[in-house]
């Protein structure tokens, strides 16, 4: 089946810096979604991209939709100590939208220093 | 109402028990998804339903028993269960032909 390749799986970073993560697929993707994980709870959605080379922001966080559609970036702007948790991209492979199942990577760890 | 609600939060049971997970939303969303999640691993997929019909079955064993009363409500009955099924139990929800699926807090279950 799809793939995706996350990375990096784990990062510490100081509180104020600005951080990077980004997943990749052998294979075209039509939507990527990214999530943001607290322990004991469930993901909650960050970020959708649905066009090649589409780029979104929400707060601090910006997304981009690679020219491929084999790839996606999520970064972070001036971290803060709720920042941390796990993020997952996850995307649509193919056929189009609304075939339910997604394809998730297996997770950044963040971790920030105050 | 704009979230996927679960229950319980928490549940321990033996091999033996029978138990049943709840989920709820109410934002009209008509398909609704069961995911199990190991730690620090990412949300798999078990169940689909799509307007209330089981579209999707990720080969689950059969001791795991999906039931979808109504556009609101998903079920996940337990029966049997193994110490390897202990996992965060997602629930999530979509509109139709949307990819954004919206998750809730998850049970976390443990099985003695």
């Known amino acids: 089946g799809q793939q995706l390749n996350q990375s990096p799986q784990s990062m510490f970073i100081q509180e104020g810096e600005d951080v990077s993560m980004n997943c990749t697929s052998s294979?075209?993707?039509?939507?990527w979604l990214w999530y943001k994980q607290d322990p004991g709870e469930g993901p909650v959605l960050l970020i959708a991209?649905?066009?090649?080379?589409e780029l979104t922001s929400n707060g601090r966080l910006t997304a981009q939709f690679g020219i491929t559609r084999k790839d996606s970036f999520l970064n972070i702007s001036a971290s803060i100590p709720s920042d941390v948790g796990i993020y997952f991209c996850?995307?649509?492979?193919?056929?189009?939208?609304?075939?339910?199942?997604?394809?998730f990577g297996k997770g950044t760890k963040l971790s920030v220093i105050p | 109402d704009t979230e996927v609600t679960q229950t319980p939060k928490h549940l321990v049971m033996g091999m033996t028990n029978k138990k049943s997970l709840k989920c709820e939303q109410h934002?009209?969303?008509?398909?609704m998804y069961w995911y199990k999640q190991k730690a620090k691993k990412p949300p798999e997929l078990m169940f689909v339903?799509?307007?209330?019909?089981?579209?999707i079955n990720e080969s689950v064993p059969s001791r795991f028993s999906p039931e979808c009363p109504n556009s609101s409500l998903l079920n996940l009955h337990l029966h049997a269960l193994q110490p390897e099924d202990s996992a965060l139990y997602l629930c999530a929800s979509s509109r139709p032909a949307s990819d954004e699926q919206f998750f809730g807090p998850g049970t976390r279950l443990t099985v003695l």
């Open positions: 996850a995307g649509q492979p193919g056929s189009g939208a609304g075939s339910y199942q997604l394809t």
């Open positions: 991209l649905y066009k090649a080379g």
């Open positions: 934002m009209g969303h008509r398909a």
């Open positions: 339903y799509s307007y209330e019909k089981l579209s």
């Open positions: 294979s075209i993707f039509n939507t």
